[in-house]
């Protein structure tokens, strides 16, 4: 089955600066990868998500980059706020199969 | 759109009783909705997947004469946690994925909070 790790486990910013979390997977036939941001006590909620027939997904400050042939795949958030603070979830699955495959998280810190 | 509720989103009860949430899309029918537990700062874990007017499929290691699913609508899956343990105290999460559409995305609950004493 798909296996998907996630780095950093933790990550602190300044306000303003960027953020970049990374995910690998091991299934080729991966083909949809979602970003999910949690917040502490909540639901997780999509924020972006790309699917395999494009590199690179902007909307507004944040922006995901996937790697087919590395099986990799990036969020990157530009000009951090502190509401952005929370943890952070990547996923892959396969269209049709519907099961997601969740990394391990990455727990965002923005420092004002 | 695609917005999910959930019911109750929390509850403490005794060990060895029985514990029912809903899980309801508002905006959309869910041929096929999803439940996961979350540990403290732990990632979601699939507990089963539930198609309309189907058996729920468990992921391995998950009882399903436990943890019981029943999918009646297109807009309403519920897990029943019976008899509860201590250990079975955990944030349950359920999500839809949208009938029609591109069968990937999926909208979650805000989660149910269960304390088992």
């Known amino acids: 089955g798909e296996n998907v790790e996630q780095h950093p486990s933790t990550l602190s910013v300044q306000e303003g600066d960027s953020a970049v979390i990374k995910c690998t997977y091991s299934d080729s036939a991966s083909n949809y990868f979602p970003w999910y941001k949690q917040e502490l006590g909540k639901r997780p909620q999509l924020i972006i998500d790309i699917r395999s027939n494009v590199g690179e997904k902007k909307d507004q400050r944040i922006a995901v980059t996937l790697n087919k042939t590395a099986k990799h795949f990036s969020l990157h958030i530009t000009e951090t706020q502190p509401e952005d603070s929370a943890v952070y979830f990547c996923?892959?699955?396969?269209?049709?199969?519907?099961?997601?495959?969740f990394g391990t998280g990455t727990r965002l810190t923005v420092i004002p | 759109g695609a917005v999910v509720s959930q019911h109750p989103s929390r509850v403490i009860c005794k060990s060895g009783t029985s514990v029912k949430i809903e899980c309801r899309s508002l905006?959309?029918?869910?041929?096929?909705m999803f439940w996961y537990r979350q540990f403290p700062k732990q990632s979601l874990m699939l507990m089963a997947t539930s198609n309309e007017g189907s058996k729920a499929t468990y992921e391995q290691g998950v009882e399903k004469d436990k943890f019981l699913i029943n999918h009646a609508s297109l807009t309403l899956s519920t897990l029943t946690v019976t008899s509860a343990h201590p250990e079975d105290s955990s944030f349950y999460i359920c999500?839809?994925?949208?009938?029609?559409?591109?069968?990937?995305?999926?909208?979650f609950g805000p989660g149910t909070r269960l304390t088992v004493l």
């Open positions: 999500s839809g994925v949208v009938a029609g559409g591109p069968g990937d995305t999926q909208y």
């Open positions: 996923a892959a699955t396969i269209t049709g199969a519907n099961n997601l495959f």
């Open positions: 905006d959309f029918q869910a041929t096929t």
